[in-house]
């Protein structure tokens, strides 16, 4: 008998799991695959790898602006190495994982699990199948891509995101189907390592969930770097004997040969085969139904990360995995999404954390608005890399600061700053007085706080 047995071991099941154990409670996690989940294994991290691979192989290629010569058109890639560097950071973080539950005594058992009756799970290893009991359960079996209905995945021509973090080499031509996080993501990955991508997105404008200026500018530096972008578009089919795609956009319908098509389109969550109906959790397409503790309907059983529908990134699933865990060793705690960074690791990168301009404007009626071009801070000047801005969303009130998006270098790195000025409630008048280092992209923070003021000093 478990105090508490946790269903899949990416980063919300494993967090919970240590958080538990440190807590003195038995705990046991299955997982069916590697320990990571999709984060650390298919997902965020070899994804990021990729995306380092391509900005080193820029650099090499344009190192003459630097003024380092002997490089630029000698450079190649050897996709052997990169799969090796990718994978090498892959083993070391699920090491990591791996030693924690042997540090934290957590039982950890290779198999899927499912739910028999309310307190107990069937577990099926490759040694056969077992019984067991928990007094407490969290389910963390995560989300799996969405495939188009009429062309499901193969793995060699229509491809997940998994399955493009093992290509043997950049495809001559690749249709990337949704222009959201993983597509935009992928098509900066192999349109600077020589692919020529196509992007087919049906809304108006890439990364539908951020303002349009700011993925106006992703959109013109992706096609700068040779990226073909069709929004309004959509894929009507795809012939996998010919390898042709066909899509419709507003001019009519194009016809392409493509070597790899890669199906960004969203995911799902994993709610099959887990016994849900057995227990009777309510769940929907959208995930698992929970409140601000992570339980679900049935007090003793909780659902966090992917599952659960919410926000779909690995540092939510942390926050969730510690909160369930915590609930259920009987802490009274509830999960606090008001400050969320969303990290897109484009070429430019963009990050946000906060409302969205359309969202402070539908709030706020004389919303205060500061911007700051990237073009206008010397460290972006040294880097070279001077495209985008920052902008931040202040209330008109009380200045607090309700939003906040950058694009352009850094960005993702920049956001944890702009993370902490939400989480602590500050307020543009607060920060006026910060003395921001130099020369630094953080200054452009600083500057954009004073810029919805009206006090910017270089703006």
Partial sequence: ??????????????????????????????????????????????????????????????????????????????????????????RSLTGGVQYLMKRNQVQVIRGSASFQNEHTLQVQTPDGISVMEAEKYIVATGAEAIALPFAPFDGEWVLDSSHCLSLPAAPPVMLIVGGGVIGCEFASVYSRMGSR??????????????????????????????????????????????????????????????????????????????????????????????????QTNQAHIYAVGDVAGGIQLAHVA???????????????????FRAVPRCIYTAPEVASVGLTERQAREQYEGLLIGEFPFSANGKAMILQETVGKVKVLVEPVYHEIVGVTLVGPSAT??????????????????????????PTLSEAMLEAVRGALGHAIHG
């Fill in 318 to 336: 942390f926050h969730e995995g510690e909160v369930a865990a915590l609930g259920a060793c009987g802490d009274e705690v509830t999960v606090n």
């Fill in 1 to 90: 008998m478990y105090d508490i047995a946790i269903i899949g071991g990416g980063p919300a099941g494993y967090v919970a799991a240590i958080t538990a154990a440190r807590r003195g409670k038995k705990v046991v996690l299955i997982e069916q695959k590697e320990l990571g989940g999709t984060c650390l294994n298919e997902g965020c991290m070899p994804t990021k790898a990729l995306l380092e691979c391509a900005e080193t192989y820029q650099h090499v290629l344009h190192a003459d602006r630097f003024g380092i010569e002997g490089a630029g058109s000698q450079a190649e890639v050897n996709w052997e190495k990169v799969h090796d560097y990718k994978q090498g950071i892959v």
């Fill in 197 to 294: 991508v196509i992007v087919v997105e049906m809304a108006g404008q890439l990364l539908p969930g951020e303002d349009a200026d700011i993925a106006g500018i992703l959109e013109k530096s992706l096609r700068k770097s040779g990226v073909e972008i069709h929004l309004e578009s959509r894929v009507e089919s795809l012939d996998r004997a010919s390898k042709t795609a066909h899509f419709l956009t507003a001019d009519g319908v194009s016809e392409v040969q493509v070597d790899a098509v890669l199906v960004a389109i969203g995911r799902k969550p994993r709610v099959s085969g887990i016994g849900l109906e057995q227990v009777g959790i309510r769940f929907t397409p959208r995930g698992i139904v929970v409140n601000e503790q992570m």
């Fill in 413 to 438: 790195e920049l956001i944890g700053q702009a993370a902490l000025l939400l989480h602590t409630e500050m307020t543009a008048d607060a920060i006026e007085s910060f003395i921001a280092p130099h």
